[in-house]
């Protein structure tokens, strides 16, 4: 990979760039993360190991590519839009792009030293796993500490919503009280993280909170009224236990960032809140074109018998882009993909809110004007 090449560590096809405006512009922007950001890593670790990719195959990409497109996803990710927002190009995915499906916080060794069974992910890599990636591609970017920091405070750093994998890949069989226990451990990965970066050079750096674990189709059923629970939000149809968790993270979350803020004067460090949004858009979809039951997943499996996930449209073991599984015709009038990630009109609503407000602290475009 040349050094001038424009690396967009998410999104990556051939269209042409929006051009940005003089005061928006980043070079390059590096993406951390897991499926929702993952544009081909995990494509390319499935040939290495032997396991297919979901996303090889159609209704994956059908909203704007037209073709699968290696992303989980209709069209477009978050991380897409904020490059045609700052005019970056798309490009071919390389492992380089970090963030890959199954990504976690935490390393393997953390959970087997808390005695923690996971379930398995032949794709699961750690964060620190995703910066060791970062440091063998620095090479081809610039030879000199002066040179990358140059380089990386003209670059635009985001720790996408990598932390929901921590959580999910827990027994359900976990209380809400042990898994929230864990979280101080997450957050500190993700701030050592966030040093890391800035003390390489980076001025700019995104940190997204986690999602609203609570409306996701593993929670819903697994651990939903088929298992005799019933604590659920009136007003979104969500687990409340498991959003409880979500926003405990959150909090934590944006503590530590604070701290940091403190800490690196001369960095802007952004808290890209995604759980409010999603929150918003299951209370009041029709607000934002989307349909009715904003919980059901757009591509999904139904069958005529009376199974678990029928009232969401997903069953684990028949997921989007596996034979006979089929997506609905318009996914824009859908929050939830494909029962692990949101659809595109979804990602664009996220996407602006980052960059103009209200769900950021500061808005990206903002803290890159100051």
């Not at 069209?75 to 190009?89: Q, S, T």
């Not at 934002?288 to 969401?312: A, D, I």
């Not at 990630?341 to 500061?362: H, I, Q």
């Amino acid at each position: 990979m040349k050094r001038t090449t424009l690396i967009i560590l998410s999104l990556l096809l051939f269209l042409e760039p929006i051009q940005p405006t003089p005061s928006h512009k980043f070079n390059s922007i590096f993406s951390f993360g897991d499926s929702c950001t993952d544009t081909g890593n995990a494509n390319v670790l499935a040939k290495k190991r032997s396991w297919s990719s979901y996303t090889d195959n159609l209704p994956y990409g059908m909203t704007f590519f037209r073709r699968p497109s290696n992303r989980f996803c209709d069209g477009r990710l978050i991380v897409d839009f904020l490059a045609e927002e700052f005019g970056l190009p798309y490009l071919k995915p390389y492992l380089a792009n970090f963030a890959v499906v199954g990504a976690t916080a935490l390393d393997d060794t953390f959970f087997k030293q808390h005695n923690i069974t996971t379930s398995k992910s032949p794709s699961r890599k750690s964060l620190s796993s995703q910066l060791q990636w970062f440091e063998e591609l620095k090479p081809s970017l610039c030879q000199t500490p002066k040179e990358c920091r140059d380089y990386f405070g003209r670059s635009l750093f985001i720790l996408a919503q990598i932390q929901g994998n921590d959580y999910f890949i827990m027994p359900s069989s976990l209380s809400v009280e042990r898994m929230m226990s864990y979280s101080s451990a997450i957050i500190q990965t993700i701030a050592r993280t966030i040093k890391e970066l800035i003390d390489q050079g980076a001025k700019t750096v995104v940190v997204a909170g986690n999602i609203p674990i609570g409306c996701q189709p593993k929670y819903l059923i697994i651990n939903g009224k088929s298992k005799g629970h019933s604590s659920y939000d009136p007003s979104t149809g969500c687990i409340e236990k498991y959003n409880r968790l979500s926003r405990h993270h959150n909090s934590l979350l944006l503590e530590a960032i604070k701290k940091l803020r403190i800490k690196y004067r001369d960095a802007k460090i952004i808290y890209a809140d995604i759980y409010k949004p999603i929150i918003d858009f299951i209370r009041f979809p029709q607000r934002y074109g989307f349909t009715s039951k904003p919980l059901v997943v757009c591509c999904g499996t139904s069958h005529e018998f009376n199974w678990p996930g029928r009232e969401y449209n997903w069953d684990l073991l028949r997921q989007c882009g596996t034979p006979n599984v089929t997506a609905c015709q318009n996914p824009s009038t859908y929050v939830n993909w494909d029962g692990l990630c949101f659809t595109e009109a979804t990602n664009r609503y996220v996407a602006n809110s980052w960059l103009k407000g209200p769900y950021s602290d500061p808005p990206i475009l903002d803290a890159h004007t100051n």
